[in-house]
């Protein structure tokens, strides 16, 4: 097990993208929220400034409804990767695989164009 985890920090080490002191390197975060608490409190323009003030490039947000996510991608979609959650509510969280309503949620989602 030792070797495989030191053979894939090698491999890792030797396709990660090389700097030299003091280059900054581009951010992608791969897990951000906009859920509707936050609405109230940022709007998408100030969820942008942190994001560009924090050196981020990209985000993948997602968001409770799927509102708030799309409302950041309309603001900037070069900055925003969508990700859709199968969630209206956060009540959707324990049974959303097995409930109907959340599958025609979903559905009616991607029938909208956004997601891929």
């Known amino acids: ?3 495989l985890i ?3 920090s090698v491999v890792v080490g030797f396709w990660a993208p090389q700097s030299t002191a003091g280059e900054r390197l581009p951010i992608f975060d791969t897990h951000a929220h906009y859920s509707r608490p936050a ?3 940022y709007t998408p323009k100030q ?3 942190i994001l560009e003030v924090a050196g981020v ?3 993948l947000i997602s968001s409770t409804p799927d509102d708030g996510t799309l409302e950041l991608y309309r603001t ?5 990767a969508l990700n859709l959650r199968p969630y209206r509510t956060r009540e959707d969280m324990s049974g959303w695989a ?3 309503e959340v599958f025609n949620y979903i559905s009616g989602r991607l029938k ?3 997601y891929k």
């Not at 900037?76 to 925003?80: A, C, G, M, Q």
């Open 6 to 8: 030191a053979l894939v």
């Open 47 to 49: 969820i942008l400034k």
């Open 98 to 100: 097995k409930d109907q």
């Open 57 to 59: 490039e990209r985000a």
């Open 112 to 114: 909208r164009g956004f």
């Open 76 to 80: 900037d979609p070069r900055r925003i």
């Open 1 to 3: 097990m030792l070797v």
């Open 39 to 41: 609405w109230e409190v």
